[in-house]
């Protein structure tokens, strides 16, 4: 299968779209789209890949994606429900002289940006939920003013967190069907001991093609970007439950406490428990 590259439906009376997608429209495979986005997730969790970015979602997290900038929201659990309220709007569509004006100047250095996502921290997030949902049912003029406002929000330099900056994807449609199908693979089996071998069979490549391959399209290692899923699911299991760490250690796809450890603190710069105690606390 290869990435998708998603048409946004707009409304003969709208300049943009705004909608709720609910299951099964909301399992969307690693696309991308002109459009930027601004996503509040609404119902389910798991992981969001988002160009080199790879994190825990939950109910409340809210994105923002620029234009062509690839990402997937993978839920947990294939039975979970999952649901989003998602604004997708092309960064000109209100003209270029409007966004010069001084009263813009948060909402054009935020959409002026290429290849970059943003999570926003808890306190904007929860500000802007409730605009997002708002917008939705918004008509007319309402629609574009509440949308000022959640990039307005979005665009004060304190509420959120750049987690993806620069990413570029390549346009070549058996690489793009290749990285698909590296991503189902290891999504499925991260928790499970993987070799190169495995997903280099899965592409049909040499292992050290391979390796160049992952490396130049998602910017990072394979075993970086595994790391990475596997240390994101044990945040999940310390903050949403009382096992013990050694228990989520095994859980999260390791089979050694040091290596563990030492992993949990290259992705985090924390310790297991320490991370804990900050949610905890």
């Not at 990402?71 to 989003?84: I, P, Q």
């Amino acid at each position: 299968m290869l990435t998708l590259i998603q048409k946004v439906h707009v409304e003969d009376n709208h300049s943009f779209a705004c909608r709720t997608y609910r299951t099964p429209h909301f399992e969307t495979n690693w696309h991308k789209h002109e459009e930027c986005e601004l996503i509040v997730i609404m119902e389910g969790n798991g992981t969001a890949l988002i160009g080199d970015y790879i994190g825990h979602y939950n109910p409340g997290d809210i994105f923002f994606m620029s234009g062509n900038l690839p990402h997937w929201f993978r839920k947990s659990h294939h039975k979970m429900t999952g649901s989003a309220v998602v604004a997708q709007f092309r960064k000109d569509f209100w003209g270029d002289d409007f966004l010069h004006l001084p009263e813009m100047k948060p909402i054009k250095q935020l959409l002026s940006q290429n290849d970059v996502g943003i999570k926003l921290k808890p306190g904007a997030a929860q500000k802007i939920a409730p605009m997002l949902k708002t917008l939705q049912n918004s008509k007319g003029i309402d629609r574009i003013y509440q949308l000022m406002q959640c990039l307005q929000e979005t665009g004060k330099a304190t509420n959120y967190k750049t987690i993806t900056d620069g990413f570029s994807y390549t346009n070549d449609s058996e690489e793009n069907s290749a990285i698909k199908a590296v991503f189902d693979y290891t999504l499925k089996n991260y928790l499970k001991k993987i070799t190169l071998v495995e997903v280099a069979d899965i592409t049909g490549m040499s292992i050290p093609t391979f390796c160049r391959f992952f490396k130049k399209n998602i910017k990072k290692t394979y075993f970086d970007f595994l790391k990475e899923l596997r240390i994101g699911y044990a945040c999940k299991l310390l903050t949403t439950g009382n096992k013990p760490v050694l228990e989520i250690c095994y859980e999260s796809g390791y089979n050694s406490w040091a290596h563990f450890s030492k992993q949990f603190k290259q992705v985090k710069n924390t310790t297991p428990l320490h991370y804990r105690k900050q949610f905890a606390a």
